[in-house]
C-alpha cells in the first residue's frame, strides 16, 4: 500500500455545522475504519462495532428527523458524509445506506404512534436494520414477489424468502414487503418485523466476489407472527413505499461509488507520483496522465449528478429520473475508475499488497444493487418518453 494521506474533498458545504460534521467522519474514517478495512475484508469480518460508534456518534440517521433521534441534515449532507464512509471502507458507506433505506418507510408513511415507538432506538439507539424486496424468483420484477403475509385476528402471519439481503442474519430488525393481496403492485404491504421474532432465520451469507465483510443472506420466515401495529401505511401500498425508498436509497448508492473511485483514484496517484521508471516519475508520462485526468473528471461529474440529485429532494421537488441518473453514472464510473487504477498500478494493482484491486471487485456489485443499470436506463427512458407500448 502506499504510504500516502489523501487530501480531503474540496467540498463547498452550506453551513460551518456541515463542515463540522464532514471533519468528524473524515476522523472516524481515518483512525477507526481505513486501517483495519483490508484485513478485515480480506477476512470476511462484519465490524458490528463501527456501526455502533456510528449511532453513538449519531450518523445512522442523519436525513430523519431529530425528534426521532435523526440529525436533520439535507441530503445533500447525508450523500456527502456516505461518499466519506464509503471511501474508507465500502461495507461500512454500504451498510449506513442500507439502514436509512430499512428506516425510510416508517419514516415516511408510519403514523405518529409507530414513529414515536420504534424510529428513536433505529436512528440512535444501535439498532441496525435490513431491507426486504428481493427474492429467489423475483429481483428486477419486485412486484412479482411471492412471500405472504396472511392476516389473523389482529396479527399478520408471513411466510417466504427474501434474497440478497444485506445484513441478513446480523440486522436487529427488518423492512418486509409481502403480499397481502392478489398479484400485481397492488398487492403488497410493508412489515417491520423485530430480528428476534420466532420463525425468522437467515441462511449462511452468500460467497461474494467483494464486499465480503458486508453479509447477503437470504432470510426466511415460517410463519412469522407480526402484530397490526407493525404494519407499515395501509394494506396495498408496500410498493409503492418500496419504490419511494429506492429512488433515494439510489442516491446512497450513487454517493458510495463516488467515494470507492475518490479512494481508487488517490491511491492511484500516490502511486503514479512516488513510482520511478526510465529516471522519472510514471505520472510524468502523458499517457497515465491523460489517465488521471479522466479518471478525476469523471468522479466530479458524479459528485456533481448525485449531489444536484439530492438538491431536488431536499427541495421537495421530484428527482426520480435524477436518481436513477446518479446511480447509472456513478457506479459505471466507479467500475470504470477502479478498473483504470489496476491498470496504474500494473502487476502491483493485481495483487492483495495494495487495495486497487480490492476496490475493482467491490465495484461491480454497485452496478447491480438497489436497481441493476438497466433497470436505471429503463426508468429514465420512461421519464423521458414515456411508458413502452405493448
Known amino acids: ?22 471533519a468528524l467522519v473524515r476522523d472516524i474514517a481515518q483512525r477507526e475504519i481505513a486501517p483495519k478495512a483490508a484485513e478485515e475484508e480480506d477476512a470476511g469480518r462484519f465490524p ?28 445533500e449532507i447525508y450523500l456527502q458524509v456516505l461518499e466519506e464512509l464509503a471511501a474508507a471502507r465500502l461495507t461500512v458507506g454500504l451498510g449506513v445506506s442500507v439502514h436509512s433505506l430499512s428506516c425510510h418507510a416508517l419514516a415516511t408513511y408510519g403514523i405518529k404512534q409507530q414513529q414515536v415507538e420504534f424510529l428513536p432506538d433505529m436512528l ?67 412489515f417491520l418485523v423485530p430480528a428476534d421474532a420466532e420463525g425468522l432465520s437467515a441462511a449462511a451469507p452468500e460467497k461474494k466476489m467483494g464486499m465480503k465483510g458486508s453479509p447477503t443472506a437470504q432470510v426466511h420466515f415460517d410463519g412469522v407472527r407480526v402484530p397490526d401495529e407493525r404494519r407499515i401505511g395501509d ?12 429512488d433515494s436509497g439510489r442516491l446512497g448508492i450513487a454517493a458510495c461509488a463516488i467515494g470507492l473511485a475518490q479512494a481508487a ?11 520511478q521508471q526510465f529516471g522519472r516519475p510514471i505520472s510524468d508520462f502523458q499517457g497515465l496522465r491523460f489517465l488521471l485526468a479522466d479518471m478525476a473528471t ?5 459528485r456533481a449528478l448525485y449531489l444536484a440529485a439530492a438538491r431536488l429532494r431536499d427541495a421537495g421537488r421530484p428527482f426520480a429520473k435524477q436518481a436513477a ?29 495494495f487495495p486497487v484491486e480490492r476496490y475493482m471487485r467491490e465495484a461491480k456489485v454497485l452496478q447491480i444493487v438497489e436497481g441493476t443499470n438497466q433497470i436505471q436506463r429503463m426508468v429514465i427512458a420512461r421519464h423521458l418518453a414515456g411508458p413502452e407500448t405493448r
Open 1 to 22: 500500500m502506499t504510504d500516502r494521506t489523501p487530501q480531503p474533498v474540496d467540498r463547498q458545504l452550506p453551513t460551518d455545522e456541515a463542515r463540522d460534521l464532514l
Open 48 to 75: 458490528r462495532e463501527i456501526f455502533t460508534l456510528l449511532s453513538e456518534s449519531g450518523l445512522l440517521g442523519l436525513p430523519y428527523d431529530s425528534e426521532y433521534g435523526g440529525g436533520d441534515q439535507p441530503y
Open 124 to 190: 440512535g439507539g444501535g439498532l441496525l436494520g435490513a431491507y426486504c424486496l428481493s427474492e429467489p424468483s423475483s429481483g428486477s420484477d419486485a412486484a412479482s414477489l411471492r412471500t405472504r403475509a396472511v392476516r389473523d385476528g389482529d396479527d399478520w402471519v408471513i411466510t417466504g424468502t427474501k434474497a440478497w439481503i444485506t445484513h441478513g442474519g446480523v440486522a436487529d430488525f427488518y423492512m418486509v414487503m409481502a403480499r397481502t393481496g392478489a398479484e400485481g403492485a397492488r398487492g403488497i404491504t410493508a
Open 235 to 246: 394494506e396495498g401500498q408496500g410498493f409503492a413505499i418500496a419504490l419511494a425508498a429506492l
Open 265 to 275: 483514484l488517490d491511491e492511484a496517484l500516490a502511486y503514479a507520483t512516488g513510482r
Open 298 to 302: 469523471q468522479i466530479e461529474a458524479g
Open 325 to 353: 441518473m446518479a446511480k447509472l453514472h456513478c457506479t459505471d464510473t466507479a467500475m470504470k475508475v477502479t478498473t483504470d487504477a489496476v491498470q496504474v498500478l500494473g502487476g502491483y494493482g493485481y495483487t492483495a499488497d
